[in-house]
């Protein structure tokens, strides 16, 4: 099996991180968790656990800055730890640590870049109220639209690269903070010639802890939008 690293970004995740930490223990991937210093305490556990679960490694970043760049540093550790699959996912279980398995075969069915997808035929979403369906759906909708591409789920963060394609794609051009990052990677690895896979998932609304979504996260992926098929008419991405 591959080298599979699962990053898995937090901010006052207390109640969540120990039990996924403990349900990803079985699914022969290495974990780094990356920890904005959350005043909640995450980061102290974290790297408590790490002790103790030797699949687990925590990354410290200062100061929340965002999805992306949290990411970008998860992305940059797990390369140079010789990774062959990086993984993405909330630590929220709004993504199911069984699907896992399911994200990592259809890398090695030959996917470069697997998509967890709760708009493609199968996937769902469970009790989430009428409003955040629209936003979300309406998201997907308009930024496959205007991006041109045929990918249903593009604001999703459950995902699986093969590392050509972080090898490939900018990262250091990445300024997208919320899911606009989600959006451009997915986008980046299209426009690099990639083989962008969706597989269907069942998403459910996180129990525990806080939903740190804003107005500001949402507005940005408004305008990245537009943004990202310019710089690709121009010939810049
Ligand atoms: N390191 C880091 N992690 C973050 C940051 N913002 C969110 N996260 C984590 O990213 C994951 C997704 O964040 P959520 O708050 O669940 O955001 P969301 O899934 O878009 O929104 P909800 O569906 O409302 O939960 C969770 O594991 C968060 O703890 C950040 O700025 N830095
Ligand atoms: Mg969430």
Redesign the pocket.
Known sequence: MPRAVVC??????RE?LEPMLRALGDKGVRVLV???S?PDG?GELADRLATELDYVGVLH?ER????G???LAGFRRALADDAELILE????F?HDPADVPRLIAAAEDGADLVLGSRYAPGGSIGD?GFL?RIVSAGGSWYARLLLGVGIRDL?G?FKCYRRRVLETIDLDAIES???AFQIETTFRALRGGFRVVEIPIHFV??KE?????SRA?AAEAVWRVPALRLAALRGRL
Do not use: F, H
């Not at 929340?64 to 999805?67: D, I, P, S, Y």
């Not at 996912?89 to 929220?92: P, V």
């Open positions: 898995l970004p937090t901010y006052n995740e969540n990356v920890d904005d959350s995450t970043r929340k800055e965002g999805l760049p949290a990411y996912m909330d630590c929220d709004s989430w955040r604001t963060g903070k919320g899911y609304d996180r802890g806080g939903s740190k979504m996260i």
